[in-house]
């Protein structure tokens, strides 16, 4: 019998929450029963594409956020879905143009169309009052509703029905280890260095404005501090001309995407993820995972907080941020306890290969 190919809708293929929920998923899935395919929507070759090619999936590119020539779109997804009609099962994470590719989804005859919310608000700016009113049109052509968390499904699905799918990963990947704590350290050129960490896309909702804010609080109190950030995105540049224009280049570590970013977690002495807004950043439980003593903000959903580990700070004064993070003794045992069974990847899997194999229901 062949294998439930199941249809996974993204802007592209790089590190990301999304991403990396869908990769964690992906690996370990029985892939002779369900194969994951991908849409991405820029034409630029992802880090995660090699793999999921070797996995057997494969990857389809379409040009909207390059050249937003929806008109464009519209006829090259429909070309797209006439052409392959082996697909039942659309599983949708991309919001903002959710209204239009689940739409033509329903109208060339897929059957189970699925919205999955990943956020809880959008940023304050025209763009974003720009989103909020697509967003609306999201799940108006989807058949069942998935979100990160309670407060995501709550954000754009209202009261409607929703299952909470948590962002589950592999604990023995993200556990403590010490040797590629050193390696990386030593790769990286750190020595004694106090080591702050954050994993997440360079946009606006991850705040890395405000971390170079906290990075020059720091470094008048301990100078012997590095901030290592792991992400590539649209605002990458502009936070590197920021960390110059403040005198703390020097201090920061821009990584870039990084396929093993479980290594460089080891390599951190304490987490921050001060985000404006999210739904549940996987970074979070991946940085608990790893022992890691980690401070979000308290714009991003308690339900990130499955260990002791985790603090939430109020509001965005560098100078608390700071005091914070400057308390923790890095001497701390990194040992992460016990973390619920539903952020399993393990478990997930199976419950998501069960759920995609139970509503492949074939094409109309």
Request: overall charge positive; charged content about 30%; aromatic content about 10%.
């Amino acid at each position: 019998m062949a294998a439930v190919r199941v249809l996974q809708v993204v802007s592209e293929l790089n590190q990301g929450g999304i991403e990396n929920f869908l990769m964690n998923i992906y690996r370990n899935i029985d892939r002779e029963k369900v194969q994951f395919d991908f849409i991405v929507h820029h034409m630029r070759r992802g880090c995660f594409e090699d793999e999921i090619e070797k996995m057997g999936g494969k990857v389809y590119h379409f040009s909207l956020l390059d050249d937003k020539n929806i008109m464009k779109y519209i006829k090259n997804l429909k070309c797209f879905f006439r052409k392959h009609k082996d697909y039942s099962i659309l599983h949708g994470h991309l919001a903002s143009i959710g209204f239009l590719y689940l739409s033509i989804a329903k109208k060339e005859g897929i059957k189970c169309r699925i919205a999955h919310s990943h956020g809880t608000a959008t940023p304050k700016s025209i763009k974003g009052r720009i989103k909020s009113i697509l967003f609306k049109g999201f799940k108006k052509n989807a058949n069942i509703l998935f979100a990160c968390s309670d407060e995501a499904g709550k954000f754009l699905f209202g009261d409607s029905n929703y299952t909470v799918v948590p962002n589950a990963i592999d604990f023995n990947r993200f556990s403590y280890d010490e040797k590629k704590r050193l390696t990386i350290r030593k790769q990286n050129n750190i020595k004694n260095e106090m080591v702050v960490g954050h994993v997440g896309r360079f946009t606006i909702e991850k705040n890395h404005e405000f971390i170079i804010e906290i990075l020059k609080n720091m470094s008048n109190k301990e100078p012997n501090i590095k901030f290592l950030l792991i992400g590539d995105g649209s605002q990458k540049k502009r936070i590197m001309q920021k960390a110059l224009e403040e005198g703390v280049d020097d201090k920061i570590i821009f990584a870039g995407n990084r396929l093993n970013v479980e290594d460089y977690y080891s390599a951190m002495d304490v987490f921050i993820l001060p985000s404006l807004f999210e739904g549940f950043p996987v970074a979070c439980v991946e940085a608990q995972a790893n022992g890691l003593k980690s401070f979000f903000s308290s714009n991003i959903s308690k339900e990130v907080k499955i260990t002791n580990l985790a603090s939430f700070i109020d509001g965005f004064d560098a100078e608390i941020w700071s005091k914070k993070i400057l308390s923790i003794d890095r001497n701390y045992d990194r040992k992460r306890g016990s973390i619920n069974k539903k952020y399993d990847i393990c478990e997930l899997a199976k419950n998501m290969e069960e759920y995609y194999i139970r509503n492949d229901k074939g094409r109309l």
